[in-house]
């Protein structure tokens, strides 16, 4: 009865730090996520000669970036000429400080941002950019509304996920972790789907608008928290599971042992 004892210490042991670095593998995941959703570096592009390009039209293209009229091909051939960078709720572009036609061309340069609205996330995006005549394309308008949304899922199923967990701690049990595992993994593939729905989306849209021969698009950091995230999320359910499933079969085998 001693060893068995001792045996089921060590396998609680096993189970505590199981959960210790699932927990601490959900925190990170969570943090990137978060992080990735909030900044703006999705995407980026990398103009030769931004200065040049901007020097004697910077006002009007400033002008044009912020209007709420600007349709998706304005926006885009100005991220195209101004080093511009795309987050999944704002775009930014850079420009000279003093854009005005009377100053010299300027090397001081400064980077401007305008959130995406509501409406924005939610538009029809058309088979020809710009053109409203063109018809809508309907997978480069879906894949932006789940690109939008997929984070938010995403964060919710993990915070559910960590009440849930809270609750299995109050009543000192193991078995609810199986929830937490589950949530945990659905998270991981919410991740997943918006990583894959962001680069589909930015394929199809560079097929509709080619990048100029002087400019070089590279997905940004990001993207790459939001990538990370991902497998985090995963090896957390997987460690969720583990130990909720593990520590049930325990708990059966010393159960039958006693009344044995």
Known sequence: LFLYSS???MMDNRFATALVIACVLSLISTIYMAASIGTDFWYEY???SPAENVSEAGRSIWDEFVSEEADEKTYTDALFRCN???GLWRRCITIPKNSHWYSPPETDMTTNCISFSLSDQFMEKY???GNHNSGTDLNRTYLWRLQ???PFVSLGLMCFGALIGLCACACRSLYPAIATGVLHFLAGLCTLGLVGCYVAGIELLHKKL????DVRGEFGWSFCLACVSAPLQFMAAALF???ARTNRKEFTLLKAYRVA
Do not use: Q, R
């Open 241 to 243: 599971i583990w130990a």
């Open 148 to 150: 939008f949304l997929l």
């Open 84 to 86: 511009g960078t795309v």
């Open 127 to 129: 088979i020809e950019p």
């Open 210 to 213: 080619p990048l100029p021969d």
């Open 7 to 9: 045996k089921g210490a």
């Open 46 to 48: 990398h103009t030769l």
